[in-house]
């Protein structure tokens, strides 16, 4: 053994593009079967608002909030990708091994951070302005 991680780069372009592939294919497989549940969590908590304050939101539901509600969940899974940002890099450290059992950190710590930023955006931007 010389002593470098498995997946450090290092011989020819076509072992690093094999090594490159394999933590992409590793990272794809574990966060977009994720990005699933984060979908229909965020929906669930605007679908929670619609239903709990429905007299309210009755004259917010048009074309034009449907178009900037798309741009909302577009934006969103921007966000949720950021998780590539993070899990690539590590799993080419030393820290793959640990990383990669306990990477359902990153998933709840965005998921809650997404969670309570879409409460706060219905609350504090949406709902008032909602006549």
Wanted: glycine content about 4%.
């Amino acid at each position: 053994m010389n002593g470098t991680h498995p997946l450090s780069p290092q011989g020819s372009g076509g072992a690093r593009s094999s090594e490159w592939r394999d933590v992409l294919r590793d990272a794809i497989r574990y966060w977009e079967p994720r990005r699933l549940i984060y979908n229909i969590v965020l929906a669930a908590i605007a679908l929670a608002w619609l239903i709990w304050t429905w007299p309210h939101f009755r004259a917010a539901l048009t074309l034009r909030s449907l178009y900037l509600l798309s741009i909302l969940a577009i934006l969103a899974n921007l966000c949720y990708s950021a998780a590539y940002l993070a899990d690539i890099p590590v799993q080419y450290s030393s820290l793959r091994a640990v990383w990669r059992r306990r990477r359902w950190g990153l998933w709840l710590a965005g998921m809650l951070f997404a969670a309570v930023l879409a409460n706060y955006w219905i609350a504090d931007e949406i709902y008032p302005s909602v006549r």
